[in-house]
């Protein structure tokens, strides 16, 4: 089970890093790569996007990263087959991030049975929210597979323990308002939200959105389980190459 591994892994580390990469961007060698590598340099959990031509929730970087991927002819078939690939040979938990069209229009029971058979462990679709994709939610539950559910700072009291109700593994919580890959003031203004999505579950918190360097590492410490991070990392990719992602990585503990 994915939260037990992430209370596990924290009686040792005050902090997790859960990573994210998009598949087939720039190619799917450099997604395996990249897997390794950030594996190696001591992630302890990752997404693994699957590209869409709309990521709603998804700033620049990440936009163009899926666009890129869907432009070189990544697919979903491709996609699975590198999850499976990846999973098989790296020794964490993996999730799949996406977007609700694609479950559906594959259907989400065969996504979810498929997911499960290629060793994923949980899901993070944000324009699924459990009223509107009740069947999403027990897809998954059937399969052991954690349905994340996100916070945000708008989100009320009582909505959080609706969607708490409706989670495993652990609760995304969006650092503040708008997309993936701006810059998020980590300042004591984030303290009230993060005592409100404690109050709201007993599941572990992870924390993304705008998370990109070790002062907001350090900042986070003792606050959540999980620092998130995602265009930090694909602009290390762009810039510098696969290698140098490792080194950034291993910059953050």
Known sequence: MLESYIRKQRENKKILLMTHIVLGYPDFETSLELARTMVAAGVDLMELQIPFSEPIADGPVILKANQEALKAGA???QCQQVAQEITANLDI?????????ILFK???DRFAEDA?????KG???PDAPPEEAPEYVTALRERNLSPIQLFTPKTTDERMSYLAGNASGFIYCVARKGVTGQNTAFSSELDGYLDRCRQATDLPLALGFGVKDKDDI???RGKVDIAVLGSSAIRVLED???EAVGDYISSLR
């Open 218 to 220: 350090d900042f986070l």
């Open 106 to 108: 594959y259907g989400v």
């Open 116 to 120: 499960a058979a290629h060793g994923i």
């Open 123 to 125: 899901m993070i679709v």
């Open 75 to 77: 697919r979903l078939a």
């Open 93 to 101: 938990p993996f999730l799949y991030m996406s977007y609700y069209n």
């Open 240 to 242: 510098k190459g696969v």
